[in-house]
């Protein structure tokens, strides 16, 4: 699967970050782990299982796997959960970006995101200071409903 350049860079650095993972764990060298990292540095970001299977069958890499190398991503700080559905089917990952702080409004009605960033949200989430716990990075999840089903919700 050939990436676009901005996805290449991006592949190597987290192709990096797993092979000390895995060094660090002392397992196995596979080949099929940087085939579905590969994968995910080309999907549209956030995505689900179901999209990573689809994606990755292409590459004739089996369901099995699939799950059993997000569970790895997930553990190596590759990838994170960005909403914490109940079960692993609905579950969306993305990349574990370095130390970016993310904002995210999720629709519940439509189920549409929105990522942006506020200096003054991210300062005052940096202030905020908890015993004997030192924050690296922070993601914040806010659920409501967007303009388009405000207004769909009027009309009716």
Do not use: W
């Not at 970016?100 to 300062?123: D, H, M, V, W, Y």
Request: net charge positive; proline share 2%; with cysteine.
């Amino acid at each position: 699967m050939k990436l676009p350049n901005t996805a290449e860079g991006k592949y190597q650095e987290l192709k990096r970050r797993l092979d000390e993972y895995v060094a660090a764990c002392s397992m196995r060298h596979s080949e099929v782990r940087n085939i579905v990292l590969r994968v995910v540095c080309g999907l549209e970001q956030p995505f689900t299982a179901a999209q990573l299977i689809e994606a990755a069958s292409v590459e004739r890499v089996s369901t099995a796997s699939v799950y059993n190398i997000i569970r790895l991503f997930v553990k190596a700080r590759i990838l994170h959960t960005v909403n914490r559905d109940s079960t692993r089917e609905h579950a969306k990952y993305e990349i574990l970006a370095g130390k970016s702080n993310t904002i995210q409004l999720f629709c519940t009605r439509c189920g549409r995101e929105l990522k942006f960033s506020s200096k003054p949200i991210a300062n005052a989430i940096k202030a905020y200071r908890v015993n004997n716990f030192d924050m690296h990075r922070f993601s914040l999840f806010l659920y409501g409903e967007c303009k388009v089903c405000r207004s769909y919700k009027r009309l009716f």
